[in-house]
């Protein structure tokens, strides 16, 4: 096939908490996407997807009010707050796989000394280095349901300005009230950078500068709601250079004594996907998949 391994674009090792276990997974992903007005049987991943950028889109940029930010090369989650035993959250990745950390206690606004119960937020983590130290942040990029209130159809600016007033400013002066209380976080929350699209070249001058990875832009419409599954108004635009198609990994498991061999299938409908081609990891990578390449992983190929 066209592919091979020296194109397999890798997902960031990055994982934080415990995994859940799939009965309570199974009861929770259907609460999610109630909150979400996604489809109740779909078999994707409940948060908005862009679209590529094309050429029909300058006019769109145009006519409406959009934010631009650079697209972080990190690990996507959708992250839930709850109040279950004192404070637990649940993570949701592109997979449609659970992790979670208990006692994580986000402070509410008008009473720190109450915490977040079902708050939604959507964005990814990243981890960085610097002067030898590796450092996790939670970059959000959209809020959706706020203690049990669902925010999606409100406009985007608006969303943006309840997460900076209702849950960073609150967990920031916990923190600086209580310095321990950082310490102990698996990972810092902070708003993600973005500019009205007419800064672009200020995004752009600033990508150097990231100390994590970055493959493209996101433009986000000001004035429009959030939109599970795909946005049509939400445009990704990557150079040439990181264009890639997504396949979902199938892992047939051989006799003992053989090797796996891999199936890489893509989306045909909103439940479903179909074979495309087979995959084999060249020599030098194969172990690494063997090891770390699990059935229904999203694997990125160009």
């Avoid at 949701?92 to 009473?111: C, G, M």
């Avoid at 916990?174 to 007419?198: D, G, H, Q, V």
């Avoid at 060249?282 to 160009?302: L, S």
Wanted: charged residues 30%; proline residues 7%.
């Amino acid at each position: 096939m066209a592919f091979n391994q020296h194109q397999l674009i890798p997902r960031p090792d990055i994982k934080v908490g415990f995994r859940l276990n799939d009965e309570y997974a199974d009861t929770l992903l259907p609460r999610i996407r109630k909150l979400l007005r996604s489809e109740p049987n779909s078999k994707r991943f409940p948060g908005t997807q862009p679209v590529d950028f094309e050429l029909c889109h300058f006019d769109l940029l145009e006519s409406e009010e959009y934010f631009v930010r650079d697209k972080t090369d990190g690990k996507r989650y959708i992250m839930f707050f709850t109040a279950k035993d004192g404070g637990t959250v649940f993570m949701l990745d592109e997979s449609n796989k659970f992790r979670f950390l208990t006692n994580f206690k986000l402070p509410l606004r008008h009473n720190p000394n109450a915490i977040h119960d079902e708050t939604m937020m959507d964005g990814e983590i990243v981890m960085e280095i610097d002067d030898n130290k590796k450092c996790l942040r939670y970059l959000i990029f959209d809020l959706m349901v706020l203690n049990g209130s669902v925010l999606i159809e409100r406009p985007y600016n608006k969303r943006m300005g309840m997460l900076k007033q209702d849950v960073i400013e609150p967990l920031n002066a916990a923190l600086k009230r209580n310095p321990e209380l950082e310490k102990r976080m698996p990972f810092t929350m902070e708003i993600k950078s973005m500019e009205l699209s007419y800064g672009l070249i200020n995004t752009l001058q600033k990508i150097p500068s990231l100390k994590y990875g970055n493959d493209g832009l996101i433009f986000v419409p000001v004035n429009r709601p959030y939109e599970p599954d795909i946005c049509h108004e939400l445009l990704l635009w990557k150079p040439t250079n990181q264009m890639f198609v997504n396949f979902k990994i199938k892992i047939i498991k051989p006799s003992r004594d053989k090797k796996p061999i891999y199936q890489l299938l893509i989306a045909s409908d909103e439940n479903t996907h179909k074979f495309h081609d087979y995959f084999t990891p060249d020599p030098q990578t194969e172990v690494d998949w063997i090891k770390n390449v699990h059935e229904g992983d999203i694997g990125q190929f160009w």
